[in-house]
């Protein structure tokens, strides 16, 4: 989307209400779209969520700047899947695998 595109769309939103994007991680994508939405503010403290959170009835007025959501292959589902992973192994050597990658890791740096 280029500046005009975005200034456009912009231009039709209330000049009031507040602006969001999707919480978490890091880098950037492309912006495909612009809606108006409401939300509850201050709604997650975690820091992997975003603070506030799309409601259909929620308090606030707010524009949404929507990303490009890009498919992960072959992520699997953590919860399903981790019994692949850690069923054979101990704690300790969970520990010790950590230790080790973190060691590695230093070393590269």
């Keep these: 989307m280029k500046v005009k595109d975005l200034l456009t769309l912009l231009s039709k939103m209330p000049a009031d209400a507040d602006v969001v994007a999707k919480g978490y991680e890091g880098g950037v994508d ?6 108006l939405v409401k939300l509850n503010r201050d709604v997650h403290a975690e820091w992997y969520y975003g603070r506030h959170e799309i409601k259909e009835d929620g308090d606030i007025q707010a524009v949404f700047i929507q990303r490009e959501e890009r ?8 919860s399903k899947d981790r019994h ?3 069923d054979d192994q101990d704690m300790d050597t969970v520990v010790k695998r950590i230790q080790e ?3 590695n890791y230093k070393k590269t740096k």
């Excluded at 498919?71 to 953590?78: H, L, N, P, S």
């Design 30 to 35: 492309d912006i495909i779209n612009v809606q």
């Design 71 to 78: 498919e992960v292959e072959e992520a699997g589902d953590y």
């Design 84 to 86: 692949k992973w850690l």
């Design 101 to 103: 990658k973190r060691k």
